[in-house]
């Protein structure tokens, strides 16, 4: 990415490169210092909503509105035997936190969950949660697996999953890992299945937060990524009703294939509309 960025002080950088050449350099050890930190951050905040939304738990509810009405979209589209609960529906949560969209949302439209999450203390909330004492579960939905490792470790089991849902956890990962971790994923999907990410947006470029070790990214700093990956965009939509002085979010649905379009022959066209008898 030639576009240039700043951190969280203000500082600016001239590209990209010249801000993971200073954070990550090429050396092994920066950057298992930079994802040291990263977590190392994580482990010091609070289980709780309000905690892994820094302190804007109160927005959880709106989030999980526009994410629930996006993903009925995909699934009426993409999934249409969904509906009719033909098909065994199988998520991963990456970055899950205390599985806060696990809870409100993936739950009740999938029959099994997987959470994967790095930071030991979360991953516990989000087991102790979702246990089915604790009502959440039936035999039909569940959460399955949990996975306490960070994505830039992690690997799906092949053709597992129908979506890979990727939420405010991707500017963790260095631009060589986000792009290696969606190209390994890919196996992961069923076919027809898809990555759902749903992201902070910087208006250009990149901004680098010192404190948590992440960026954010720009959305055209996101496409020049999706297309390193070999993923197309299906569907984007911007998140709505969100405070002022919080990064603009988007949400965007991934395919490893080029979405189908409808091509109809011409002749089939003609066939079927009205037309002058010549
Ligand atoms: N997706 C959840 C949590 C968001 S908070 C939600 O929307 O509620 C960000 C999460 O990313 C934290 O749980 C943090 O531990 C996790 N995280 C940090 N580094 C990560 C990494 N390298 N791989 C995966 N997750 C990471």
């Known amino acids: 990415m030639q576009k240039g960025g700043s951190d969280s002080d203000g500082r600016e950088f001239k590209s990209a490169e010249e801000m993971w050449r200073e954070q990550v350099g090429e050396d092994q050890s920066k950057k298992t210092e930079w994802y040291r930190e990263g977590v190392g951050y994580w482990e010091g905040v609070e289980a709780s909503t309000d905690g892994v939304l820094g302190g804007f738990g109160h927005v959880s509810d709106a989030d999980v509105r526009d994410s629930e009405a996006f993903l009925n979209g995909l699934l009426s589209e993409l999934l249409p035997n969904a509906a009719n609960s033909q098909r065994h529906l199988v998520a991963l949560d990456c970055g899950s936190g205390i599985g806060r969209v696990t809870k409100n949302l993936l739950i009740r439209y ?60 991707i500017g963790h990962l260095t631009d060589d890992d986000f792009v290696s971790f969606f190209t390994r994923a890919k196996v992961g999907l069923k076919p027809g299945g898809l990555f759902v990410l749903k992201e902070n947006i910087a208006r250009n470029g990149f901004v680098l937060d010192k404190e948590d070790r992440s960026i954010t990214r ?59 008898i010549k």
Not at 133 to 141: G, I
Not at 264 to 276: D, E, F, G, Y
């Open 110 to 169: 999938f029959n099994e969950v997987d959470l994967l999450e790095p930071v030991s203390h979360f991953l516990e909330t989000a087991r102790e949660s979702l246990a089915p004492e604790n009502q959440m579960v039936s035999d039909m939905h569940k959460a399955t697996n949990f996975f306490c490792v960070p994505l830039q470790e992690f690997t799906p089991e092949a053709g597992r999953y129908d979506i890979i849902w990727v939420q405010w956890c």
């Open 218 to 276: 720009s959305d055209l700093y996101f496409k020049e990524l999706f297309r390193q990956c070999g993923l197309h965009l299906y569907k984007i939509k911007d998140q709505k009703g969100w405070p002022q002085e919080l990064f603009a979010v988007k949400i965007y649905a991934l395919t490893t294939e080029l979405p189908k379009k409808v091509h109809r022959t011409r002749s089939k066209v003609q066939a079927n509309r009205p037309a002058i």
